[in-house]
Nanobody, 123 residues
Framework: QVQLVESGGGLVQTGGSLGLSCAAS????????MGWFRQAPGTEREFVSA????????YYADSVKGRFTISRDTANNTVYLQMNSLKPEDTAVYYC????????????????WGKGTLVTVST
C-alpha cells in the first residue's frame, strides 16, 4: 500500500506560478512511476504529467507542455510539479498518483491516489 499526500495548492493569478509536492509513504517509492492528474468540476480526471521510476521517461499533456515541469526526489520519497504561466483553465483539484509498473499517461492504469490539492487560477 502506498499513501500519497499532496501539498502546495492555492490561489494564484493568471500568469503566476505554483509548485506542488507529493510525499509518498512507502520506502520502495523508487520502484514506482509517479504522476500528476487533475479534475475540474463536472469533468473526468485527466492526465497532466508522469515520470518513470528512474526519471528517464517523462510525459506531459499537450495542454501543459512547456509550462509544467515534473521531477522526483527519491531520497525524500517526493515528486514535484512546478507550474508556470498558469491559466484559468488550469483550475482543478490536482491529484498525485503512483503506479507499480511502467509510466503511462492512461489515467485508469494508475494504482494509488492522494486526496488532492486545489489549484485556483484567477483572471
Amino acid at each position: 500500500q502506498v499513501q500519497l499526500v499532496e501539498s502546495g495548492g492555492g490561489l494564484v493569478q493568471t500568469g503566476g506560478s505554483l509548485g506542488l509536492s507529493c510525499a509518498a509513504s512507502r520506502r520502495t517509492f523508487s520502484n514506482y512511476a509517479m504522476g500528476w492528474f487533475r479534475q475540474a468540476p463536472g469533468t473526468e480526471r485527466e492526465f497532466v504529467s508522469a515520470i518513470s521510476w528512474n526519471g528517464n521517461i517523462i510525459y506531459y499533456a499537450d495542454s501543459v507542455k512547456g509550462r509544467f515541469t515534473i521531477s522526483r526526489d527519491t531520497a525524500n520519497n517526493t515528486v514535484y510539479l512546478q507550474m508556470n504561466s498558469l491559466k484559468p483553465e488550469d483550475t482543478a483539484v490536482y491529484y498525485c498518483g503512483a503506479r507499480a509498473g511502467s509510466v503511462t499517461p492512461h489515467t485508469r492504469l494508475w494504482d494509488y491516489w492522494g486526496k488532492g490539492t486545489l489549484v485556483t487560477v484567477s483572471t
